[in-house]
């Protein structure tokens, strides 16, 4: 699928100033040139994104992240126990760091993460310099979690395809500002998280300078309306069922969150496809990455 002809071409289009599609074990994110501003203007043009809206940083390994951000203790803890991974770290950042004061939306803080994907790393370790990348889809859109997806939604310079991503829900993003907060639910599960630092994360404040536009209520809508928690379809919803709620339509027949996850987005796509006037979707139960499937399906669902 991507050879290592297609990494050269693609690391010589981000140092170009242009946008790379590529695959994470997240979702596909959108890359450029993190030290250049031009190049991150075009992410946000691309996705139609409001430009207050901060992006994450991708990095090789660790230490490429330490020359970047300032890590407390806690900070540590976490790079070292879960990167690479569906993790983001927002830290302060470094007095000399090169990446693009728009890249962090203004703010004096970075949000650094190692994806856990071959070619991610490829790519990262071709480029030789940090490489911004949001989910690759338009800016309120569902995130992509193939190939297809993001040439359904953008038009990059270039989309590596590297298959259908595993974890399928964007990292999880704690901020290390103060005490460890948890902005984002995402693919590494909260309880996980927390007993790597042996206490509870805060949650997120609502509003003020760390809002996250994860948080933005209707971020991830479908074209179609959505009714949660739906025992079953009415006339003109198509059932998008869990467990052994069955339908055609199942994020785990099995019952299992992970599994659910993975399926979210790309099952959101396919349905949404089908043009129903409204998704019915089975409740989700709200352990492990339960609760970032019902972030999701909160604000895929809230007015707009
Ligand atoms: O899985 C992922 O995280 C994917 C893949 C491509 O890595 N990327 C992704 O990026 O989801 P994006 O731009 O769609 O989401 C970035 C999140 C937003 O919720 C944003 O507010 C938060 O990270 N963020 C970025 N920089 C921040 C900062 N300095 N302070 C607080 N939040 C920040
Ligand atoms: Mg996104």
Redesign the pocket.
């Given at each position: 699928m991507t050879s290592a002809n297609d990494i050269a071409t693609a690391a010589a289009l981000i140092l170009a100033g242009g946008l790379v599609a590529f695959p994470?074990e997240?979702?596909?994110?959108l890359g450029a040139d993190a030290t250049q501003d031009h190049a991150v203007a075009k992410i946000y043009a691309a996705k139609g994104r409001p430009q207050f809206?901060?992006?994450?940083t991708?990095v090789v390994d660790v230490e490429a992240a330490f020359a970047l951000g300032k890590f407390s203790a806690d900070a540590l803890k976490l790079a070292a126990r879960f990167w690479p991974g569906?993790l983001?770290l927002?830290v302060p950042r470094r007095a000399d760091c090169p990446v693009s004061l728009l890249a962090?939306a203004g703010?004096p803080?970075?949000?650094l993460?190692v994806?856990a994907h071959p070619i991610a790393l490829e790519l990262l370790r071709a480029v030789g310099r940090p490489v911004v990348?949001?989910?690759a889809n338009p800016s309120g859109r569902i995130?992509p979690t193939t190939a297809a997806h993001v040439r359904a939604g953008l038009t990059p310079d270039m989309i590596l395809d590297g298959g259908a991503c595993a974890v399928g829900v964007?990292?999880t993003?704690v901020?290390l500002l103060d005490r460890p907060r948890l902005?984002?639910p995402?693919?590494l599960a909260r309880e996980t998280i927390e007993s790597a630092l042996g206490f509870a994360l805060e949650d997120a404040e609502t509003g003020g300078a760390?809002h996250?536009?994860?948080q933005l209520e209707s971020h991830y809508a479908p074209h179609a309306e959505m009714r949660l928690n739906a025992v079953q379809a009415e006339v003109g919803e198509v059932y998008l069922g869990f467990g052994a709620s069955g339908g055609a339509h199942n994020l785990s027949p099995s019952g299992d969150v992970v599994e659910a996850a993975a399926n979210l987005f790309r099952m959101l796509h396919e349905i949404d496809a089908l043009k129903p006037k409204c998704i019915a979707v089975a409740p989700i139960p709200h352990s492990g990455l339960g609760e970032a499937i019902n972030d999701r399906l909160k604000r895929a669902a809230a007015p707009r």
């Open positions: 994470t997240t979702v596909y994110g809206n901060p992006l994450i991708h569906p983001t927002v962090s703010l803080s970075l949000a993460r994806p990348a949001p989910s995130s964007e990292s993003v901020s902005l984002r995402g693919g760390l996250s536009p994860g």
